[in-house]
């Protein structure tokens, strides 16, 4: 049976040690490729100074823009992992992580959560207020480190976490044309995403393999099966223009 893994609401992007985004007037959104893989990222240059309500943290973990999120690697992005010596050690590190929960067809990374900080939030907390889920404020990603972003490399990353832009960024960009499409290439990788990842459990269905079960059995089936490439078009830079300020 097919674990059906939702997209998550989030889908960002955060490298604060890119110097690209350091002493630039206006921020960017832009396309980074990785033709060789069938792979892409968006890079927000807002991620480096992030004030969106998101990227409010009130644990120990500062300035993680919005990786609060717990990350679910699928079998498509498995497959890219297993390709290379790279890859299988940053799949190892995903292991190694003591929150990791191997699931039949998808590996989920639990990370930090302060719950204490979170019940004695809630006590207080303002009752209006447009991020329904709070508990983002205490959590973070096990693989973000505090003040300097992501540690795992862009091309290993889900994408989720890859082409997330928050409302923010995203209705604060200088050319509506190019923004929507954009948001049309976002949606059409993750149909094509999704497709992959039924096809290649499929694959794994048909060994009688799942990755709970047989774990070095699956990534050995894994990379045997060559790598589908997606291809990403051009995509014009946008500018990102009139984010207010907030306190975070
Ligand atoms: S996508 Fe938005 S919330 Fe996330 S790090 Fe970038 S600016 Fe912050
Ligand atoms: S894997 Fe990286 S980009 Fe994704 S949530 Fe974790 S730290 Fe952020």
Request: hydrophobic share 35%.
């Amino acid at each position: 049976m097919r674990v059906s893994v939702s997209p998550h609401p989030l889908f960002f992007i955060i490298d604060y040690n890119n110097s690209k985004a350091k002493g630039e007037a206006m921020d960017k959104v832009y396309l980074e490729r990785y033709e060789s893989l069938g792979y892409a990222r968006y890079i927000c240059t807002s991620c480096y100074h992030c004030i969106s309500k998101m990227g409010v943290s009130y644990c120990s973990i500062n300035m993680r823009g919005c990786c609060s999120y717990f990350p679910k690697f699928e079998l498509i992005d498995i497959h890219r992992m297993v390709k290379s010596a790279e890859g299988l050690q940053v799949l190892k590190r995903i292991i190694d992580n003591p929150g990791t929960v191997v699931y039949n067809y998808y590996i989920h990374a639990k990370g930090y959560f302060d719950k204490d900080g979170y019940e004695e939030y809630l006590k207080n907390a303002p009752e209006e207020d447009d991020i329904r889920d709070k508990t983002i404020f205490f959590r973070a990603c096990p693989f973000v480190k505090s003040g300097y972003g992501c540690t795992l490399p862009p091309v290993y990353r889900n994408y989720v976490c890859n082409f997330f832009i928050c409302d923010e960024v995203i209705n604060n960009v200088d050319d509506e044309e190019v923004k929507n499409q954009y948001i049309r290439e976002r949606s059409r990788f993750v149909r094509w995403a999704e497709w992959e990842n039924m096809s290649l459990e499929s694959i794994l269905a048909e060994h009688h393999l799942n990755l709970r079960d047989d774990f070095e059995g699956s990534i050995k089936l894994l990379q045997e099966i060559p790598l589908d490439i997606f291809e990403f078009p051009q995509l014009k830079e946008l500018n990102v223009i009139n984010i207010g300020e907030k306190d975070a």
